[in-house]
């Protein structure tokens, strides 16, 4: 039942590192596309004074999610999940995390999960988003290029977005740019705060 990423167990750690510096100590977090789980249970254990919402648009994944939870106190049963359906389900989170996302999905999903964030955080509430940018119209490796042009073959309307386009609409929603950090196969941990 449990379905396993490769890239989920490489990069699991690295992004805990940053969680622990910027998320609340305490409350609910919203995770947007848990994908298969791994990232979930991981972060669950290490910061158990969370509690975790798992959600995913693929209705598939929700039995690897709930198999990879199995036993975690603070966490929540999954449930399939639209972004681009306002009011979202999940009426206030303290914190929102969204993985490998928005390069694999068209750029309304993008629109929709920073309109949808500002929505549902409080005031101090804080955005993660977890993957490849390009910097200041750049791709920071050929890698990276690689990877763009292979997602925009599959389908047009997806690809590595520009941090600092992200950046711009979040902040017409109330949302700040904090940081963003440099992980592992040149990625990003972005993090973004409202208020």
């Not at 995390?97 to 929709?112: E, F, K, R, S, V």
């Not at 047009?156 to 196969?185: F, Q, T, Y």
């Amino acid at each position: 039942m449990r379905r396993s990423a490769p890239s989920a167990e490489r990069n699991k750690e690295p992004i805990l590192e940053v969680l622990r510096r910027v998320l609340p100590e305490h409350g609910t977090l919203l995770e947007i596309a848990s994908g298969t789980g791994q990232h979930t249970a991981h972060f669950a254990q290490a910061l158990p004074a969370l509690e975790f919402q798992p959600t995913e648009a693929d209705g598939e994944m929700l039995p690897s999610i709930s198999a990879w939870c199995e036993g975690l106190a603070n966490v929540r049963a999954p449930f399939v999940f639209d972004i681009g359906k306002l009011p979202w389900p999940v009426e206030r989170a303290d914190a929102i995390l969204c993985i490998n996302m928005i390069h694999i999905a068209p750029w309304q999903a993008t629109l929709d999960l920073l309109k949808g964030a500002a929505h549902t955080l409080g005031d101090g509430g804080v955005l993660v988003l977890y993957g490849p940018y390009r910097r200041l119209g750049a791709h920071t490796a050929p890698s990276n290029e690689a990877f763009d042009a292979s997602l925009r073959s599959r389908n047009p309307e997806w690809g590595i977005r520009d941090l600092e386009k992200v950046a711009e609409v979040a902040n017409g929603h109330g949302l700040s740019l904090e940081e963003a950090v440099a992980m592992p196969a040149n990625n990003f941990t972005v993090v973004f705060r409202k208020g």
